[in-house]
């Protein structure tokens, strides 16, 4: 294996005084060319078309989500994915963590100020997947300090919600694949 990194120019070897495979121990370093292959394999799946909506599961926002959320992401061809959406026996954050690497972008409402919305769309940040914050206007001024820096997308009613969410998309990932 080594050898055949080296061979794609991915890995160099300082000072090879016998030949490879006469000894267990050598001096490797990445080479340029191996950091950007590590960079790229890195980088999320931009096929996906699944959206990791992070929100609170609250009542009183369910219709955020049915009439806001979902509808936009529907509308641009996407397919919105919430935790709470299908039952599953894996643990919670394993399940999280997964299905935000399985999104093409995730859509956090910080509507209520739940740690968990932060936590998944950090996370989402960390991995250099578009984040798209929301949050109710009476609540704007709760907003966590460190993501007010963030354009977030204001509103009051669900159909602000789903019009001004389906301009975002549109306009910054465009839309979907037709499933």
Do not use: C
């Not at 996407?78 to 997964?98: E, Q």
């Not at 739940?114 to 914050?133: C, D, K, M, Q, S």
């Amino acid at each position: 294996m080594l050898q055949a990194l080296l061979d794609r120019g991915l890995l160099r070897v300082a000072d090879v005084i016998r030949g490879l495979e006469e000894s267990f121990f050598h001096d490797v370093t990445i080479t340029a060319a191996g950091w950007e292959y590590l960079e790229e394999r890195e980088r999320p799946s931009v096929l996906s078309n699944q959206v990791f909506v992070a929100m609170s599961f609250a009542d009183e926002l369910r219709p955020a989500w049915e009439n806001g959320i979902y509808l936009a992401l529907k509308r641009a061809r996407f397919n919105p994915y919430r935790i709470d959406a299908s039952p599953h026996i894996d643990r919670i954050d394993a399940k999280i963590i997964a299905e935000i690497k399985n999104s093409r972008f995730l859509v956090a409402d910080v509507t209520q100020q739940r740690p968990g919305v932060y936590f998944e769309a950090g996370y989402a940040n960390g991995l250099g997947i578009p984040v798209f914050w929301s949050v109710r206007a009476d609540d704007l001024k709760n907003v966590h300090f460190d993501t007010r820096q963030y354009n977030h997308i204001v509103w009051d009613t669900e159909s602000t919600l789903a019009e001004k969410l389906y301009d975002f998309v549109s306009a910054i990932v465009g839309t979907g694949s037709a499933e």
